[in-house]
């Protein structure tokens, strides 16, 4: 099949080509845009049997004035004492004058005595921010408005004012962001470029994935909004730049699993289109096999509960699957035009190199495989033992710069009033059957829920204009809204003693964020426990399929859990351990599932047909491992390389959840390339002998064959100087 495909790709180069052009530039033209798509609320994606959810449904319902998020406005005095009478006064004037500058997309300027800290070391304005969505950037302008304003309004008072809250420090961070991810595309572009330039020699090698990568990329974003708008699929805001990372990741992997094995072919004598057929056909099968795992990983997130990964699932397939496609068609076509000039200006590919490094890690793993196996699977079961100690991290908050205005004014808040001040759990009682809730109701739950667990503050309730069976009760929780802590308790205990504390004939729905990142932290759990084994399964069948082998699919599988588990492990010693963070972000696991567990199941795949490879030609199963990673480990280095390094770079940005992710990922493809795949693998495999291939004996030599990676000769097809295509 892939010969006949190799055949018809290079005999058809030109019209493969033009047709490809063609094909991209009508999908670029008439695909919708990416952003009709995207959706910023995290609740967005929680199904609706979480109580988050249906608070945030009813508070719509009751409350459809209020704002789609706030602003604090901090206020202080300058010389640190606390708030005099005509301070209070003059902090009330504020919200006045502020008021009636008519600020777009603002609402509310409440202040007053309620809003005094019990010391009197800061009074705050809460300021109501109106957008069809949070992300509406006309919010960040709100936000820039409002404090250009203090300092006039406040001149000569001896007070001085910050704003905190989510917008205002999206504001604070939003160069740091744009310069990090602009560090990690150029960073990207240049670490592809400068290996492939140390690797072959060769501006067009280097520049190939760059050229090529970017128009698929254009023609994966408008396939994804496509499918989006037909299905009906709300993706993340990170979704763009996870697709750039994705298609950068797997494409150059699959262009270098070609390049490599071209050279390879040049260098025994073939011609430059022979050697392209052959390519294609000892190399299309490994990369349809990796490209499946991949996709079927990332289809596996439809059984998410949480929205988010349930829509990123298949715009990551399409990605894939438009990678393969092109990995298969394009590529070999350009390169089989291009001949030995995609190795130019060097010579360095008609030499075979002599006692190379991975010739020797191969001698290694040949003649000591359990001693290698062991070793290396000790590592790995080292490092996973980290996973015990793994905690989630919801507070972003924490990871930024605190040097901003709205990280010192969010401190003076937490000084002032109960941790939980910035962002309140927010409690609805209601009826449920449309009578209106009387005062005695109203007034009993109030005071009940001061008993709460973890509450420090009842802020007085709120009826709602439009439904009088309706009421919210604001909760100040005595623990940061977004600690370990404060969602435990959220979800364990508050909850549950609220709904106890509901007078008879009512029901209490506990919603804000707190109740929000609780929830996803259920439905993370449960979408983790989901996902992973039954992506194990899948992934192993796919490999079944491939090797025709019952037993080398299990120990793969296992190797690349353990993998997962020994980078989570890794981040934790590190982020947890000697940095002393009180956990990890809560979304690294799916990153690293993302990252690791799909895309490095490349590796895996790579080196494991490689060694059947050797085995067919005749070599026994010491030898066949070292020739494996003699000759498939230079591609696995240099694609893990390439990969880590990218992400590495993120640990440059001044933000922890990015450090951290950086770091996760790119020790988790170090893991994956240069543990797992050039040794644990291939020194199992040896270890195991024939008996890895069981019951397909994938290891059987073929008629007519002879070393080809090993010794011997082996039966390649017809030039096509002489065969018809």
Do not use: C
Not at 401 to 409: F, L, V
Not at 614 to 623: F, I, L, M
């Amino acid at each position: 099949m892939f010969e006949r495909l190799g055949r018809f790709v290079v005999g058809k180069a030109w019209w493969v080509i033009g047709g490809w052009l063609l094909a991209a530039i009508a999908i670029i033209a008439t695909s919708p845009s990416l952003s009709d798509i995207t959706s910023a609320d995290q609740e967005s994606f929680l199904p609706h049997s979480y109580e988050s959810v249906q608070a945030t449904e009813l508070a719509s319902k009751a409350f459809p004035q209020a704002a789609t998020a706030t602003a604090t406005i901090v206020v202080k005095r300058g010389d640190g004492k606390p708030l005099a009478p005509a301070d209070e006064a003059r902090v009330g004037q504020l919200a006045q004058a502020l008021k009636a500058r008519n600020i777009p997309q603002t609402s509310g300027y409440l202040t007053g005595p309620q809003a005094v800290a019990p010391d009197k070391s800061v009074q705050i304005i809460s300021v109501g921010l109106d957008a069809d969505a949070p992300d509406d950037p006309g919010l960040l302008d709100a936000v820039r408005d409002m404090r250009a304003a203090l300092g006039p309004d406040l001149s000569g008072s001896g007070l001085t004012a910050g704003v905190a809250g989510d917008v205002a420090s999206f504001v604070d961070n939003e160069d740091t962001f744009n310069s990090a991810f602009a560090i990690v595309g150029v960073a990207t572009i240049v670490l592809i470029i400068g290996l492939i330039l140390i690797i072959f020699r060769s501006p067009i090698a280097a520049l190939l994935p760059v050229v090529v990568i970017g128009v698929v990329m254009s023609v994966t974003t408008g396939l994804v909004a496509a499918a989006g708008k037909a299905f009906d699929l709300n993706v993340s805001q990170d979704l763009q730049t996870i697709l750039l990372i994705v298609l950068f990741g797997i494409g150059t992997d699959y262009i270098l699993f070609l390049l490599f094995r071209y050279r390879e072919r040049l260098r025994a004598g073939d011609d430059k289109r022979t050697a392209m057929i052959v390519t294609v056909q000892r190399v299309g099968e490994v990369i349809t096999s990796a490209a499946g795992a991949v996709i079927v990983a990332f289809l596996v997130l439809l059984l998410a509960s949480l929205g988010f990964f349930g829509s990123l699932g298949p715009a990551l397939a399409i990605a894939v699957a438009v990678m393969l496609v092109t990995s298969l068609t394009l590529i070999p076509a350009i390169v089989s035009l291009l001949g030995r000039w995609v190795f130019w200006p060097s010579k360095a590919w008609q030499r075979t190199p002599k006692a190379s490094l991975s010739r020797r890690l191969g001698t290694l793993v040949g003649r000591r495989p359990a001693v290698v196996a062991a070793a290396s699977g000790v590592l790995l079961l080292a490092l996973a033992a980290g996973v015990l100690g793994y905690k989630a991290d919801y507070d972003f908050s924490a990871g930024f710069p605190q040097d901003t205005e709205s990280a010192r004014a969010a401190k003076d808040l937490q000084r002032g009033f109960a941790a939980g001040a910035l962002a309140p759990t927010e409690v609805y009682l209601t009826t449920g059957n449309g009578s209106p809730l009387t005062d005695q109701q109203v007034n009993d739950f109030a005071a009940a829920s001061a008993s709460a667990p973890g509450v420090a503050r009842v802020q007085p309730a709120e009826r709602s204009t439009t439904d009088p069976s309706v009421v919210r009760i604001n909760l100040l929780l005595d623990e940061n809204p977004v600690s370990n802590e404060a969602i435990s308790l959220v979800r364990d205990e508050l909850r549950d003693d609220l709904h106890a504390k509901a007078p008879q004939g009512t029901k209490a729905l506990v919603g804000g964020p707190t109740a929000i990142f609780a929830d996803i932290n259920s439905a993370n759990n449960r979408d983790l426990s989901v996902i992973l084994p039954v992506a194990a399964g899948l992934i192993a069948l796919i490999l079944g399929l491939l090797l025709r082998s019952l037993v080398a699919p299990v120990y793969l599988v296992i190797a690349v859990l353990l993998n997962f588990a020994a980078t989570l492990g890794a981040t934790v010693y590190v982020f947890q351990g000697l940095q002393g963070n009180p956990g990890v972000t809560f979304q690294l696991p799916i990153i690293l599932y993302l990252f690791v567990v799909a895309i490095g199941t490349d590796y895996n795949i790579l080196m494991i047909a490689r060694l059947r490879e050797e085995a067919r030609e005749g070599n026994e199963p010491h030898e066949a491992a070292a020739i494996g990673v003699e000759h498939a480990g230079p591609t696995v280095a240099a694609a893990g390389l390439i990969l880590a390094g990218t992400f590495g770079v993120l640990m440059l940005a001044p933000i922890s959840f990015l450090q951290q992710m950086g770091f996760a990922v790119a020790i988790g493809i170090v893991l994956s390339a240069f543990v797992m795949s050039m040794f644990f693998v291939p020194a199992l495999t040896g270890l195991i002998g024939h008996k890895a291939w069981w019951p397909g004996h994938g290891d059987e030599r073929r008629n007519g064959g002879g070393g080809g990676g090993g010794g011997g000769r082996r039966t390649e097809p017809e030039p096509l100087s002489r065969a018809p295509v």
